[in-house]
């Protein structure tokens, strides 16, 4: 009596197939962890770059490595740039780099970027705490 149908239902799931990719939340906190580290990589070869240490050469070291393993080996682009920077500034960017990676880091159990994070925020306030003229202005600003 009725005509069978012949196409697909527009009504039917898409429960079997995948138009697009989809990553799991490790992928996604992986991803996102490695983009807080190279951030905080960019910050620290800027700062190596304004006044070199061999504090600074260790933890760009350290945080290339981190990054590189998060990418699944990829290292991370590093800048080469040289030239006039506010110090303070740069101490106060890396610092909250350094706790976004934290908390990131803590989210996915990742103990060895957890520890780097921490290690970097205590150096960049270190670094804010002993620089007489950015005491002043923070004191300033409070």
Same mark, same amino acid.
């Given at each position: 009596?009725? $005509?069978p ?5 527009v ?11 989809? &990553?799991? &939340? $490790?992928e $996604?906190?992986d991803i ?15 700062? %190596?770059?304004h ?9 760009a ?19 080469t ?9 740069? %101490? ?15 989210? &996915?159990?990742d ?7 921490? $290690?970097?925020?205590?150096?960049h ?18």
């Amino acid at each position: 009596m009725y $005509e069978p149908i012949r196409t697909k239902s527009v009504h039917s799931t898409m429960a079997g197939t995948s138009d697009f990719p989809h &990553r799991t &939340r $490790e992928e $996604e906190l992986d991803i996102q962890l490695a983009s807080h580290l190279a951030a905080l990589l960019a910050v620290t070869d800027e700062l %190596h770059a304004h006044a070199p240490s061999t504090d600074l050469d260790a933890a760009a070291e350290r945080l290339a490595r981190q990054v590189a393993r998060l990418r699944g080996g990829r290292p991370p682009a590093r800048a080469t740039t040289t030239g006039p920077t506010r110090t303070a500034a740069l %101490h106060r960017r890396a610092h909250a780099l350094a706790g976004r990676a934290l908390v990131v880091a803590a989210s &996915r159990a990742d103990t060895a970027a957890a520890i780097l994070a921490a $290690e970097r925020m205590d150096a960049h306030a270190a670094a804010l705490a002993t620089d007489t003229s950015v005491t002043g202005t923070l004191a300033a600003t409070a």
